[in-house]
């Protein structure tokens, strides 16, 4: 009789072990598929500058991303286990497009076409 208490015992561990894991499961997989809306300025000044942003910011993981040419802001949904928005900034900075945090080297904005230098801040 000892014995069958203790495989009971023993069960009940394993089911509450089983039962948290898969809480623990459901919980991990609810965050994978949480995802992040951003909005922030992105100085560009034409319809090429968009699509060169545009495609930048989905190369860097984003699910979606729109900019608006006239009011030069750009609108980024991401996973943010996947991405954030200082990586994409660094990237549009790198291509040549200053934003609120990082700044494009004066070599990346002068390789622009001509058509896309947008007035720089002082
Ligand atoms: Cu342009």
Redesign the pocket.
């Known amino acids: 009789m000892k014995s069958l208490r203790i495989f009971l015992t023993l069960l009940f561990a394993v089911i509450l072990g089983v039962t948290t894991s898969a809480q623990t499961h459901d919980h991990s997989s609810m965050t994978m598929a949480s995802s992040k809306t951003e909005t922030f300025k992105v100085f560009?000044?034409?319809?090429?500058?968009?699509a060169?942003i545009e495609k930048t910011v989905k190369a860097e993981g984003a699910t979606e991303n729109v900019w608006d040419v006239k009011t030069q802001m750009l609108t980024v949904t991401f996973d943010p286990s996947k991405t954030n928005k200082d990586a994409i900034s660094k990237k549009l900075a790198a291509v040549g497009h200053d934003t609120e945090k990082y700044k494009a080297t004066n070599e990346a904005y002068a390789n622009?076409?001509g058509?896309?230098?947008?007035d720089r801040a002082k």
């Open positions: 560009g000044k034409c319809d090429m500058c968009k060169r622009l076409p058509c896309c230098h947008y």
